[in-house]
């Protein structure tokens, strides 16, 4: 592998999440705030919202509603939610 005996910057390549030091890590700004991570799946696991209906990340668009996520318009409408269903087709409202 390439790169393995660079040792300066290491800390600004320790994701944050499992503390693996790589080479590649990246940056996402958000809010203000630096977030280092190696690998998407760490990113995903810090930063993306959850379902509040079937519990999985919402690495999309996903739907907010209130400061509560859902994933797809199928999981807001369990939750009562049907003001997304307007999205997918427009005039045809029964
Ligand atoms: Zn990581
Ligand atoms: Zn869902």
Redesign the pocket.
Known sequence: MEGQSRMRDQENKRCEVCGNVYDKSFEIHRGGEVHVFDSFECAIHALAPT?S??G?RVIGHGMETDGVF???AH?AEQHGIHEFEDRVESGSAQ
């Open positions: 379902c209906h079937c999985c859902y994933c797809c999981c």
